[in-house]
């Protein structure tokens, strides 16, 4: 902790009940301000001197979310449910930041005990139905997936390689004779004669 300047007093320790809870409410503060960062400081601040404020518990596995920071955010989570085991909301964001994490198994057992304290918790149902849609869209992408190729190679025989050009001899081309004399044969022989009429 940094000292104040020589012109401030330092800051009256935090041991009150009261300064607890009005620190841990300039914490939420900051958080609807988007300073995710300065509100954890202060939740810190908060269980360096409380350990067992359940909120704060809470309240850290929030901003530790929204910097992205998961595994930290699951295990302050976990704080709040050791210290409160029907926190549904814990519950509930604990299951979320699995689901995140692609931990699908642990995300629905999350959900699952959110409901199992308040059946009608609508957070938890919607995360619950969204994963569960989630799972069974992709298990069909992987049946799909598996299915077609074997199909694909069952439907489309492969092609032929190419057949190599057939060489034409030039000896066996036919001449084809030109000259006027030639036509006049052709046509001795009746053929290029109009066909003849009748009377």
Known sequence: MQSPPDNQPAPAPVTKPEDIIALNNHGLELQKQKRFAEALAVFDKVLSVAPNIVEAHYNRGNMLGALQRFDEAITAYSWAIALKPDFICALNNRGWLLQQMKRYGEALANYDQALAIKPDYANAKANRDALLREQ??????????????????????????????KPVAIAAAKKFDTSPKAAKSSRSKGKGRPPKRGK
């Open 136 to 165: 069974k869209q992709a298990a069909e992408a992987r049946a799909v997936a598996a299915v077609v190729p074997a199909k694909m190679s069952e439907a489309v025989p492969p092609k032929p390689a190419p057949a190599a050009p």
